[in-house]
């Protein structure tokens, strides 16, 4: 409703009051008339009416009349526009031109409602900065003109990545453990796994869309495992795995399996295509590893990035040995790019455990522990030192 | 249709030698020639060093004036394109060609809307 009232404005502001008057109408005249047969094009032409008349109000439809007017102003909108005005609205606030964190607090404001406030605390800052942030991303959109549209073919590839790539983080966002936050967090990994259905549902011959709605769906079926009873993390070997959705699972395999047939797969594919592996190992020591260190042979090709290179290490670690895998890290961290990501060292750490270099180990797990902000891998890793110290 | 200004920051120091100047003037020289065929070209210029500026400023009824550019800094600007586009994805495209041309960042930015209502 909102991505069909923002056509009218082109002003993201303005578009809000109007479906908010639009709520306050239906109100008061469903109460005395009785809910229409189609609520939901009532409330949108009710919005898009009242978007018009405070355009009509500040004369500034004079100017933008050829730009913005639909020839059919008073009829309901057709059912097909408003899937695509919600592809245009998701585009918008994904722009690259924006910053990577005004994307993100756009997207769940405006795509997905969630309040200003809510945002902030998911985001451990304080409302008014998360307001002030989305104020700022909203000038930029009209003032720098970000235009409203789906973007053409050829920059659709380039435009849906930064669109998965914002939708994976607020997954990620919600994914990670933190004491006393659970009812924000589970919001926002519910919110994510929406938009990736709703971008499948836009986007049917997308592959990497695909790729990442199955990515999400292996780590939705398998969040009841992550942290035990007391909040602690599991370990993959660690997770009773009865306890794994296995029909999001089967979901996931079913759409992996269906990219990585249809051509040259993405990295969102691929990491779907290793996480399915993971999660249909029936126990851990069953895990296929060689098909998953082939699968990050290839995703390191198509996204050559540090970190995909340290979880390639792992995959090593268990088809080559750890001897392998650690001097693989140990260039990792040589190179100087990783430094401050306490995984790295935990990688580490756990080859050298591996080795039987315990005294190695117990720095390793250390140093990670100095670099880690998150309580509940804090208290793993301090195990881990008592253990090898 | 909208204004963007497209600004050139260059490192301080001396001029590259001509070989490495070579296919970067060809390249500005497309960009220039792609950009005047399609309309969308509203003025461009190359700006002397910025020892050349001058800064003037007026105080209660004086004017002073000093030699040299308003800020010193590692780069300066070195040259701008201004353009009429209809948005900025529109100038965007424009400006990855101009960065890609000179080896150079370009800031990309909107001109307040000033047309007669």
């Known amino acids: 409703m909102l991505a069909a009232t923002v056509r009218v404005t082109r002003d993201l502001d303005t578009a809000e009051e109007a479906v908010q008057d639009a709520y306050v109408q239906a109100l008061t005249t469903w109460a005395r008339d009785g809910v229409p047969t189609r609520p939901g094009a009532w409330l949108t032409t009710a919005a898009r009416n009242n978007a018009l008349n405070v355009l009509r109000r500040r004369q500034t439809l004079v100017t933008k009349l050829p730009l913005l ?41 405006l795509v997905c409602g969630v309040a200003t406030a809510d945002i902030a605390r998911a985001f451990l800052v304080a409302e008014p900065t998360m307001a002030a942030r989305l104020t700022r ?25 930064t669109v998965l790539t914002v939708l994976h983080l607020l997954y990620t966002t919600g994914h990670t453990a933190r004491s006393g936050e659970d009812l924000v967090l589970d919001e926002l990994t519910g ?147 990783l430094a401050g990501y306490h995984y790295l060292l935990a990688t580490k750490a756990d080859l050298l455990r591996r080795l039987g270099r315990d005294a190695e180990a117990a720095n390793a797990y250390q140093a990670a522990l100095a670099i880690s902000d998150n309580s509940a891998e804090r208290e793993f890793l301090a195990e881990r030192v008592k253990e090898t110290s | 249709m909208t204004q963007y200004l497209l600004s050139i920051y260059q490192p301080d120091g001396p001029a590259p030698s001509p070989e490495f100047l070579e296919p970067i003037m060809r390249d500005l020289k497309a960009f220039q020639r792609e950009l005047r065929a ?23 009824d004086e004017v002073l004036m000093t030699d040299g550019p308003f800020t010193e800094g590692k780069e300066h600007l070195g040259g701008f394109t201004i353009i009429d586009v209809a948005d900025l994805d529109t100038a965007l495209k424009w400006g990855r060609q101009l960065a890609a041309a000179t080896t150079l960042p370009v800031e990309v930015r909107p001109f307040h809307d000033e047309s007669p209502r």
Not at chain 2, 38 to 60: C, D, I, M, Q, Y
Request: glycine share 4%; proline share 7%; charged share 25%.
């Open chain 1, 69 to 109: 007017l639909e020839p059919e102003t008073t009829e309901a909108p057709e059912p097909d526009t408003i899937p695509d005005d919600r592809l245009r609205l998701i585009f918008t606030c994904c722009h690259p031109a924006l910053a990577p964190e005004a994307r993100i607090a756009l997207t769940l404001r």
């Open chain 1, 137 to 161: 991303a909203k000038k930029k959109i009209a003032a720098a003109r970000i235009p409203y549209t789906v973007p053409s073919a050829a920059d659709l590839p380039e435009r849906v990545d």
């Open chain 1, 191 to 337: 919110r994510a796994l929406d938009l990736a259905r709703l971008l499948r549902l836009l986007l049917p011959d997308d592959r990497e869309a695909a790729g990442l709605l199955a990515l999400l769906l292996v780590h939705h079926a398998r969040r009841a495992t992550r942290t035990d009873a007391h909040g602690r993390l599991l370990r993959l070997d660690e997770q009773d795995r009865s306890r794994w959705d296995t029909a999001s699972i089967s979901e996931a395999d079913r759409l992996v399996v269906a990219a990585l047939t249809a051509g040259a797969p993405g990295r969102f594919t691929l990491q779907a295509a290793i996480a399915a592996l993971h999660a249909q190992a029936p126990s851990y020591d069953e895990t296929d590893w060689p098909q998953i260190l082939k699968l990050y042979d290839t995703l390191l090709r198509v996204w050559p990035t540090p970190v995909v290179a340290l979880n390639r290490a792992v995959a090593v670690s268990m088809v080559d040995g750890p001897e392998a895998a650690l001097a693989e890290v140990e260039a990792l961290e040589h190179d100087g790019r």
């Open chain 2, 38 to 60: 399609t309309g969308a070209w509203v003025f461009s210029g190359g700006l002397h060093e910025p020892s050349t500026a001058t800064v003037v400023r007026a105080k209660n």
